[in-house]
């Protein structure tokens, strides 16, 4: 199936840990996303890498490390958890289209929960 | 800077009954304008979009939205709804063209039978 994924779909950990979560897309785009929904359902974007540039980097802790080997990939790797960590979090995608603005595709999302 | 206010964080309807779903945005620049639901423990899947042209824009499900420039109103309506439409919608913009998606707050959609 041609979709976004991420893995794990489930992630339990303590405070300290540090942890990654992975997300592969074989759509053909060439950017990608990760995004933070809280526990009242805010959707927030962290980062957005075109073709492995970073090229949005919102106010995300240091501890936050996204990278991106590929452009069908874009990993976020997360230092020292804490438990405001707890979320979920979404890999997206689409295709940048200069003038014209595409879709952009959301993976199914991996639940953080720290304790 | 671009921000998306849903006006209703839950809206209880009806089976068969009609709703509408209010999203007003703020922006100094062209806007494009989403819709996106997100069904129980699942992604976020687009309903329908709004970049240029027609203000009335259909999307999947039934479900169609009306850009209005002068009230900055980019509200979503269905005139009759299903069991199946229970989920949480949010509406979304980007700035001029810009990658970066700003959420609204989403608002919860359950309908009874």
């Known amino acids: 199936d041609t979709a976004v994924s991420q893995t794990p779909k489930y992630l339990v950990t303590q405070m300290g840990n540090d942890k990654s979560i992975k997300c592969e897309q074989n759509l053909g785009h060439d950017t990608m996303y990760w995004y933070k929904q809280d526990s009242k359902k805010f959707l927030k974007i962290m980062f957005s890498y075109n073709n492995k540039e970073l090229i949005i980097n919102e106010t995300v802790p240091n501890r936050f490390s996204p990278k991106s080997p590929d452009k069908a990939h874009l990993n976020l790797h997360i230092n020292s958890l804490e438990l405001g960590d707890s979320a979920v979090y979404f890999c997206?995608?689409?295709?940048?289209?200069?003038?014209?603005?595409?879709?952009?595709?959301f993976g199914p999302g991996t639940r953080l929960t720290v304790l | 800077a671009q921000s998306v206010t849903q006006l209703d964080s839950q809206v209880p309807v009806f089976e068969e009954a009609p709703v509408e779903l209010r999203c007003n945005y703020s922006?100094?620049?062209?806007?494009?304008l989403f819709w996106y639901v997100q069904y129980p423990n699942q992604g976020l899947q687009l309903l329908l979009k709004?970049?240029?042209?027609?203000?009335l824009v259909k999307g999947i499900n039934g479900f169609e939205a009306e850009f209005n420039k002068s009230q900055t109103s980019f509200h979503l309506r269905k005139p009759s709804v299903h069991i199946s439409d229970t989920a949480e919608y949010f509406c979304?913009?980007?700035?001029?063209?810009?990658?970066?998606?700003?959420f609204g707050k989403g608002t919860k959609l359950t309908v009874n039978p």
């Open positions: 709004y970049l240029s042209g027609s203000t």
């Open positions: 922006s100094s620049v062209s806007v494009y």
């Open positions: 997206a995608s689409s295709q940048s289209g200069g003038i014209t603005y595409n879709e952009q595709f």
């Open positions: 979304a913009g980007s700035e001029g063209g810009s990658e970066k998606l700003v």
